[in-house]
């Protein structure tokens, strides 16, 4: 992904384009204690926490496809926070 440098005007690379992908997110991050991972068992578990809110929101911008996603991704929540 490419997208223009925030430098300022006396910067030579003012308005250039700046490859984001050459540096990871991550890279600054140190890595999590040991204790701190997840388990494979937790990490399959969080793999399915999400399909009933993917598949209201899927639902929800068939029916309604003139309302934002993110408005059917918030009411997908505050659905949720019922159970």
Request: negative net charge; glycine residues 4%; without cysteine.
């Amino acid at each position: 992904m490419k997208r223009l440098s925030n430098s300022t005007a006396a910067d030579t690379n003012a308005g250039q384009l700046v490859d984001t992908q050459a540096i990871p997110l991550d890279a600054a991050l140190p890595a999590l204690p040991e204790y701190a991972r997840l388990t494979d068992a937790q990490v399959a578990a969080a793999r399915q926490t999400g399909q009933w809110l993917d598949a209201f929101v899927a639902f929800a911008s068939a029916a309604s496809p003139l309302t934002p996603p993110a408005l059917h991704l918030a009411v997908g929540v505050f659905l949720g926070s019922f159970r």
